[in-house]
């Protein structure tokens, strides 16, 4: 285990369902990310938190909710998906958002939308 | 646009051997950073190297970094099976003129070690 765990493992949905994707870290990072990784492309941010305030929003479409209640737990609301929405979801913390230590990543929750 | 890329995209090489990646990349950085991700899980921090670094070592793994020519190269000495994963280089240009973060991913090499 990193240390960043993220639940469901695994989660197939219906495009008019609703789901909460949850990442918990408990190493005292301060920052923490989603990251969308589709086959054959790099991975792509999506969020951004640093001490709970969204500091980027990278074009997201607004059916991707972010929420972070505190700074060890970030959720991805999900909403009327679409099936090119079907990729692996990564959430990644560290200890502050300038990238001077590395991240550390959750497994990921593979999501299929059908 | 992409900022790393990794080359070659696939590797295949026998175990014992030494695997070579490289990642080019275009804007100045602070840091670079690789990472190995095994089949569908998470990625793993492995190594960081900063711009005013010129190699870094980490038991089996060697970096380099040349800022002039905007590359990288991660090799992987006398590689084993459980080395086979795929092989990501990250790119660190955060700075004053950006909110924070801006740890951006290559697509990665896959590397596979054959027993």
């Known amino acids: 285990e990193t240390g960043v765990t993220q639940t469901p493992r695994h989660l197939v949905m219906g495009m008019t369902n609703k789901k909460s994707l949850k990442c918990e870290q408990h190493?005292?990072?301060?920052?923490m990310y989603w990251y969308k990784q589709s086959a054959k492309k790099p991975l792509e941010l999506m969020f951004v938190y640093n001490f709970k305030e969204q500091t980027e929003n990278n074009s997201v479409p607004s059916r991707f909710s972010p929420e972070c209640p505190n700074s060890s737990h970030l959720f991805l609301h999900l909403h009327t998906l679409q099936p090119e929405d079907s990729a692996l979801y990564l959430c990644a913390s560290s200890i502050q958002t300038w990238a001077n230590y590395g991240y550390t990543f959750g497994s990921g929750t593979r999501l299929t939308v059908v | 646009s992409q900022q790393g890329e990794e080359d070659p995209q696939a590797l295949s090489i026998q175990e014992g051997e030494n695997a070579t990646m490289n990642c080019s990349y275009k804007?100045?950085?602070?840091?670079l950073q690789w990472y190995r991700q095994n089949s569908g899980r998470g990625l793993v921090h492995l190594i960081l190297i900063r711009s005013n670094e010129r190699e870094k070592h980490s038991g089996r793994l060697r970096v380099t970094l040349d800022t002039s020519k905007k590359s990288s190269s991660l090799l992987i000495t006398a590689s084993r099976a459980a080395d086979t994963a795929s092989y990501f280089c990250a790119t660190d240009a955060s700075g004053r003129e950006t909110s924070g973060s801006r740890l951006t991913f290559g697509e990665g090499t896959q590397l596979t070690v054959n027993p």
């Open positions: 804007t100045s950085i602070n840091n």
């Open positions: 190493l005292g990072h301060n920052a």
